[in-house]
């Protein structure tokens, strides 16, 4: 190889690097500008924004204001003719449905043991008349068969007191053993 090939191979190198250096100069240099240039931009954007923010805002709180001013009295009329024409309606079913659904005055509470113990009474007092009606008759019977017999008349009872009076007594030994035993 040639002395001169070395040169201009060691050339084209050197002027390689420096046009790389140089175009990475331009580069910071073309962001740097870029940079600059986006935040103008932002800066202009923001402004713009702003100033249109300030422009419709009294815009819209007037149309708001007057779309409310429209809207107030229809709104009024609409509730007056619902009143008096469905408020009624709507009052009288929920009146009906009140009748309907009220269960009326309570019932007094009634107990079932007042009636349980007159039953109980009423039964043992029919128990006792029972039994007092068919002691009488066995001893009537008994006298009238050992009268048809011919036995002579009965032995006489240890006790003088009458069949009425045992029953009696028997009667407030029970009632008396009730009511030890309640």
Do not use: C, H
Not at 64 to 76: K, N
Not at 143 to 166: H, I, K, Q, V
């Amino acid at each position: 190889m040639s002395l001169t090939t070395n040169n201009d191979e060691a050339q084209a190198q050197v002027s390689a690097n420096d046009r790389a250096r140089l175009a990475a100069a331009q580069a910071r240099l073309a962001a740097a500008q870029a940079t600059v240039l986006a935040r103008n931009a932002s800066a202009t954007a923001s402004q713009r924004a702003q100033s249109a923010r300030d422009w419709v805002t009294p815009r819209i709180v007037d149309g708001i204001y007057q779309a409310r001013g429209w809207a107030a009295p229809r709104i009024g009329q609409a509730g007056q003719a619902f009143g008096a024409t469905v408020g009624p309606k709507v009052s009288e079913v929920l009146a009906t449905t009140a009748q309907r659904v009220d269960p009326g005055p309570a019932a007094p509470e009634r107990r079932i043991w007042p009636r349980v113990v007159a039953g109980v009474a009423v039964l043992a007092a029919a128990g006792g008349a029972v039994v007092v009606i068919l002691r009488g008759r066995s001893a009537n019977s008994a006298d009238t068969l050992m009268a048809e017999e011919g036995m002579g008349s009965p032995p006489a009872e240890p006790d003088s007191a009458s069949t009425e009076e045992r029953v009696m007594a028997d009667g407030d030994a029970a009632g008396n053993a009730k009511k030890a035993s309640s």
